[in-house]
């Protein structure tokens, strides 16, 4: 649980004090996921690229999503992704191959933000945040004030394979598809069903 700061006059405000606030904001609904309602995470909405799968590709195209540590990500709209080639990965063709989505954990002591020319590349990313260089500008939504320059934050959802949890501990994980070879063809398994916060997360149910 995250403590309040106390907020003061003449109080010189540095971006930590609003980092704090943020976090300290988020806390307030730990008691709500720990004791009213323990295992809220899962998958809300799913779209999987299956043209790319023939071409050994796996790609999100859409989704819903609610990681276990309470994070709410929606693809598109607060989050990003790459498609990633499964070729290598799948030693062992005559077995399904799980695919998970996954976010970087928030890190305490480190950086969490990578700053980018533009939202593209994002092998190298190891941030759970990205943004670009340039800022956007957006209007005074209350009144007719002046616009102002910011630059929003997309959580960086990345692609991995079962063979990979292993070497995962620092991402919050959601297993979200299995493949399945069909002779040449590669598939989305029939009976695998993700963990689904509704009907809607899995095409299955």
């Given at each position: 649980m995250e403590r309040p700061l106390f907020w003061h006059q003449g109080l010189f405000l540095r971006p930590q004090h609003l980092q704090l606030a943020d976090l300290h904001a988020q806390s307030l609904l730990t008691p709500v996921y720990k004791y009213l309602c323990p295992y809220p995470w899962g998958i809300g909405e799913l779209e999987?690229?299956?043209a790319a799968l023939d071409n050994l590709n796996f790609n999100l195209l859409r989704g819903n999503f609610i990681f276990p540590d309470m994070t709410y990500v929606a693809l598109p709209g607060n989050a990003i992704i790459e498609a990633r080639?499964?070729?290598?990965?799948?030693?062992?063709?005559?077995k399904p191959l799980g695919v998970y989505v996954g976010l970087k954990k928030w890190?305490?002591?480190?950086e969490n933000v990578t700053v980018l020319p533009r939202l593209s590349n994002l092998t190298e990313v190891n941030t759970r945040f990205a943004t670009t260089a340039d800022p956007e500008e957006v209007q005074d939504l209350h009144h007719n004030g002046p616009p102002a320059q910011v630059q929003r934050l997309h959580h960086v959802l990345k692609i991995f394979w079962e063979t990979e949890k292993d070497q995962l501990g620092e991402y919050q994980l959601i297993p979200v598809a299995q493949l399945e070879r069909t002779g040449e063809r590669v598939v989305l398994s029939e009976k695998f069903i993700p963990p689904a916060l509704t009907v809607k997360g899995s095409e299955v149910l």
């Open positions: 999987i690229q299956t080639s499964f070729d290598e990965a799948w030693v062992e063709g005559g890190n305490e002591i480190g």
